[in-house]
């Protein structure tokens, strides 16, 4: 992940921060640097990965469980099988209300591994047992319901398919123009698609439509419009 090692006041923080604030949120709560920010964190990963439709969006890890229970979507620690994806939700101390919540990275021989954002002013790692009487509960976020699931245009499912030789040259990012094909030109589609609510075709093809949608994203930015 990205932000794993972010430290509060940072660069990455104040991003996690304004992702947040772009998400037109429950609460309508308009996160600071200062407030805590582990709900925040989750929403704002959801949203730059566009499945921000799946959660509850609120900077309270109460209120996102409230949200879940809404949608028959939250689940008691006693009848749940975590898998990646999972939201979890921790208790520390014994009031019943939630004041902590990560997302599963792994699940192995009943051992979670969490990444968690202001765990310690940082976006951190925790291995925790999963009978864990600090776990409150988890959440599952609806993904085979969110639209992308099976889709080719999925933000996730190029990740996931790209061979040896494209994960290891994905190091410095050329200038890109219409025309041009390959790995760098789906990474600016998949930008676009994050940050400019585009629903590109992440094809690796630069075509009208991504020059065009470049356009407009740079109009927004304020660097040169030149749909490169």
């Given at each position: 992940m990205?932000?794993?090692?972010?430290?509060?006041?940072?660069?990455?923080?104040?991003?996690?921060?304004?992702?947040?604030?772009?998400?037109?949120?429950?609460?309508?709560?308009?996160?600071?640097?200062?407030d805590?920010?582990?709900?925040?964190?989750?929403?704002?990963?959801?949203?730059?990965c566009g499945f921000e439709n799946l959660i509850p969006?609120?900077?309270s890890c109460q209120q996102m469980i409230?949200?879940?229970?809404?949608?028959?979507?939250?689940?008691?620690?006693s009848e749940f099988s975590p898998k990646p994806g999972d939201i979890v939700f921790y208790n520390w101390d014994g009031d019943a209300k939630?004041?902590?919540?990560?997302?599963?990275?792994?699940?192995?021989?009943?051992?979670?591994?969490?990444?968690?954002?202001?765990?310690?002013?940082?976006?951190?790692?925790?291995?925790?047992?999963?009978?864990?009487?600090?776990?409150m509960g988890f959440?599952?976020?609806?993904?085979?319901d969110s639209g992308k699931s099976g889709n080719s245009d999925s933000h996730t499912d190029w990740f996931l398919s790209l061979g040896k030789y494209d994960s290891c040259t994905v190091k410095t990012l050329p200038l890109l123009k219409e025309g041009d094909k390959g790995v760098y030109v789906k990474i600016l589609q998949l930008f676009l698609?994050?940050?400019?609510?585009?629903?590109?075709?992440?094809?690796?093809?630069?075509?009208?439509?991504?020059k065009g949608t470049a356009k407009r994203w740079q109009k927004t930015a304020n660097p040169e419009q030149d749909g490169e």
């Open positions: 990205t932000y794993l090692g972010t430290t509060e006041g940072s660069t990455a923080h104040k991003d996690i921060i304004r992702a947040y604030n772009r998400v037109k949120a429950l609460d309508a709560y308009k996160m600071t640097v200062n805590p920010w582990c709900a925040a964190f989750i929403v704002a990963i959801f949203a730059m969006c609120y900077a409230t949200g879940f229970l809404r949608i028959d979507r939250y689940y008691s620690n939630s004041d902590h919540v990560g997302i599963v990275n792994n699940v192995n021989s009943g051992s979670l591994t969490v990444i968690e954002g202001n765990k310690s002013d940082r976006v951190g790692i925790r291995y925790i047992s999963f009978n864990s009487s600090y776990i959440a599952r976020p609806d993904y085979e698609n994050v940050y400019g609510k585009a629903g590109l075709s992440i094809d690796g093809d630069f075509g009208n439509a991504t």
